[in-house]
């Protein structure tokens, strides 16, 4: 069974960094690209950054709102994927979702909360 | 705002047919037939119901349905059945090798 599971949220002050991981098990994860999604409250999903699988190099695409602050990348050995948000604004509160795929997605986590507040 | 144009809400009766439009540009939508269709109920885990334009994923109900026609894409839900009710996001890769995303329909039961 393909489980995703996403830690390492919590509560952090505007400016500071936090790294997000999301565990895969269940299938071979370094065969598959891997994404982030947000929902911030009241609001709908939002695509946040993807990474390629080995064969295509593991190179990374990010949205204009994160470029810059937040860094994707992944562990194959350890079947994880993270997420290295830096310079962290009030606007980047929302839930944080990792899903399989590159452009369409069979499989999500159940969402990891960030909440960005002094 | 959002780079896909999605109704804000849309309700129907059980049994009748919905459709949810799904409007982007030539440099998205209309660009190739990357368009995938998710449900999202609160709290939950999205789930794809359409992918590729119009390819169900197994285990998804063929009252879900996918189409396109230029730079707009559809979803239409048949049958309406109240466990339907949630939000529902389209999405299409863009020539910029990003992702894009339609701000959510809600969908409602009546």
């Known amino acids: 069974e393909v489980q995703l599971v996403e830690s390492g949220g919590g509560l952090v002050k505007p400016g500071q960094s936090l790294r997000l991981s999301c565990t895969a098990s269940?299938?071979?994860?370094?065969?598959?690209?891997m994404s982030w999604f947000r929902q911030a409250p009241g609001k709908g999903l939002e695509w946040v950054s993807f990474?390629?699988?080995?064969?295509?190099?593991?190179?990374?695409e990010y949205a204009a709102s994160v470029k810059g602050r937040f860094t994707i990348s992944r562990d194959d050995s350890k079947s994880v994927a993270y997420l290295q948000m830096n310079s962290l604004k009030a606007e980047d509160t929302a839930v944080y979702y990792c899903?399989?795929?590159?452009?369409?997605?069979?499989?999500w986590g159940q969402g990891n909360l960030v909440t960005v507040s002094s | 705002q959002s780079a896909l144009t999605q109704p804000a809400s849309v309700s129907g009766s059980p049994g009748q047919s919905i459709t949810i439009s799904c409007t982007g540009t030539?440099?998205?939508?209309?660009?190739?037939?990357?368009v995938s269709w998710y449900q999202h109920h609160p709290g939950k885990a999205p789930k794809v119901m359409i992918y590729?334009?119009?390819k169900r994923p197994s285990g998804v109900s063929n009252r879900f349905s996918g189409s396109k026609s230029g730079n707009t894409a559809s979803l239409t839900i048949s049958g309406l059945q109240a466990e339907d009710e949630a939000d529902y996001y389209c999405?299409?890769?863009?020539?910029?090798?990003?992702?894009?995303f339609g701000g959510g329909t809600k969908v409602t039961v009546l």
């Open positions: 269940g299938f071979s994860f370094g065969d598959y690209a």
């Open positions: 999405s299409s890769y863009a020539v910029s090798s990003t992702l894009v």
């Open positions: 590729e334009g119009s």
């Open positions: 899903a399989r795929g590159s452009y369409q997605f069979d499989y």
């Open positions: 990474i390629r699988h080995r064969t295509y190099g593991g190179t990374t």
């Open positions: 030539s440099s998205d939508v209309g660009s190739h037939n990357l």
